[in-house]
Structure formats: structure tokens, C-alpha cells
């Protein structure tokens, strides 16, 4: 079974300070991470992936097999990073297909 | 190019009724996925439709069925609702069945009284 947990449902810091966003996983092969946001107002979108290694807003995230853990960081928050932010998984090719299994989201609050 | 668009905005049943709800994919894609999400709940995976056949489906009874179309639009149904059928549904389309970003719509708030 597939499991995603975010240990954090609320999560405040001031401007310029770093955040990390906690994620960790329960998947019995090699998952695909994915973190997505929602910012007020609009539509759940992707911010990034961990196969593609980017660095989207300034977030990273780096996928911890060992730790089974996918934590999203940011050196200097800023205030329009404010929104809620959902860790998911996707499973195996052919298996699954591309259904995501979200955490239950962390409400990031950055304040000025 | 036009996003996932979704009707109704809102929508309020009874008890025991059925409803519609509609999703338009993104032009392009041929997969969408419906999720329904909670108050204060991450989004739940109910199926998943891939050129008109379902594609894989999460744990939820089988009073909630769904439809894809040749032009790839997309209808969850629910029938006899119950009061915890109460939620934000999703609608995403994706180009391909596996490790593609998914494109979310608006959503659907039904309510059930």
C-alpha cells in the first residue's frame, strides 16, 4: 500500500528564514515524488518533481530512499511562498497508472 | 491552450440522490483522473479513465462510476448519496497514464444534506 505523511498540518516562519516542509513515504518499490501547492484562491499545481532535479521557486527537494523521506526546503522564505503545500507519491508503471497518493497537506505561513 | 475546467461550481443533494459532475481535459490530454477531497484532507484517488476505459480505481463502492468520452471529457457519478460523500472533487488530465504532471481543475464543492 501506498502512504504519504506530513507530520505538519501548520507550519509558521518569518521572511527570510528557511523552511522545511516534512514528507515522508511508505511504498514498497521506487516511487515518483511530487510536491504540489496551493495557493489561495487557485487550482492545486505541480511545483516539482524529484526526477527532474529542478529548483522551481526556489524550493528543492530531495528524495531520501534510506529515510524514506522527500522533504521540501527554502533557504529564504518569502511571503508569497504562503499557501498549502501536498507531498504526493505515484507508483509503478502499468501497475497504478499515474494515480497520486497525497499527504494531507502542510498550511505554510510566512509572515513579513 | 485551455486548462481542466469543471461544472458545477457548487452543487447541494439529498440524501439517497445522484449526481453528475463534469470535467473538460486540457487540450491534448487523453487521461483523467477524479480525486475527492475532504475538509482539512488531502485529495483521494478515485479512478482513473485512459482512452474511455477505466484505468485503475482507489477504495471507494462501486456507487461512484465514471465515464470518458471520444473527445476525452470526463463525468463522475455518484449515486444514493450519503452525507460523507460531502467534499471537494477533483478533476485532472495528463497526457499519459504514468509519471506526467497532472493538470488540476477548479473543482466541484458538493454538498449533502
Known amino acids: 500500500a501506498q502512504r504519504v505523511t506530513q507530520p505538519e498540518k501548520l507550519l509558521s516562519v518569518f521572511k527570510g528564514a528557511p523552511v522545511e516542509l516534512k514528507c515522508n513515504y511508505s511504498?514498497?518499490?521506487?516511487?515518483?515524488l511530487f510536491w504540489y501547492v496551493q495557493y489561495s484562491r487557485q487550482r492545486l499545481q505541480l511545483l516539482l518533481r524529484?526526477?527532474s532535479r529542478e529548483s522551481i521557486k526556489g524550493f528543492t527537494a530531495d528524495l531520501n530512499k534510506g529515510e524514506t523521506s522527500f522533504h521540501l526546503k527554502k533557504p529564504f522564505a518569502q511571503e508569497e511562498d504562503s499557501a498549502m503545500y501536498y507531498c504526493?507519491?505515484?507508483?509503478?508503471?502499468?501497475?497504478?497508472?499515474?494515480?497520486?497518493?497525497f499527504g494531507e497537506g502542510t498550511q505554510l505561513t510566512v509572515n513579513p | 491552450e485551455t486548462g481542466v475546467t469543471q461544472s458545477p461550481t457548487h452543487l447541494i443533494k439529498t440524501r439517497g440522490q445522484q449526481v453528475t459532475l463534469r470535467c473538460s481535459s486540457q487540450s491534448g490530454h487523453n487521461t483523467v483522473s477524479w480525486y475527492q477531497q475532504a475538509l482539512g484532507q488531502g485529495p483521494q484517488f478515485i479512478f482513473q479513465y485512459y482512452r474511455e476505459e477505466e484505468n485503475g480505481r482507489g477504495n471507494f463502492p462501486p456507487r461512484f462510476s465514471g465515464l470518458q468520452f471520444p473527445n476525452y471529457s470526463s463525468e463522475l457519478n455518484v449515486n444514493a448519496l450519503e452525507l460523507d460523500d460531502s467534499a471537494l472533487y477533483l478533476c485532472?488530465?495528463?497526457?499519459?497514464?504514468?509519471?506526467?504532471?497532472?493538470?488540476f481543475g477548479p473543482g466541484t464543492r458538493l454538498t449533502v444534506t
Open positions: 485532472a488530465s495528463s497526457f499519459r497514464t504514468t509519471w506526467d504532471e497532472q493538470y
Open positions: 524529484h526526477i
Open positions: 504526493a507519491l505515484s507508483g509503478i508503471r502499468g501497475t497504478s497508472g499515474s494515480r497520486l497518493t
Open positions: 511504498y514498497s518499490g521506487s516511487p515518483e
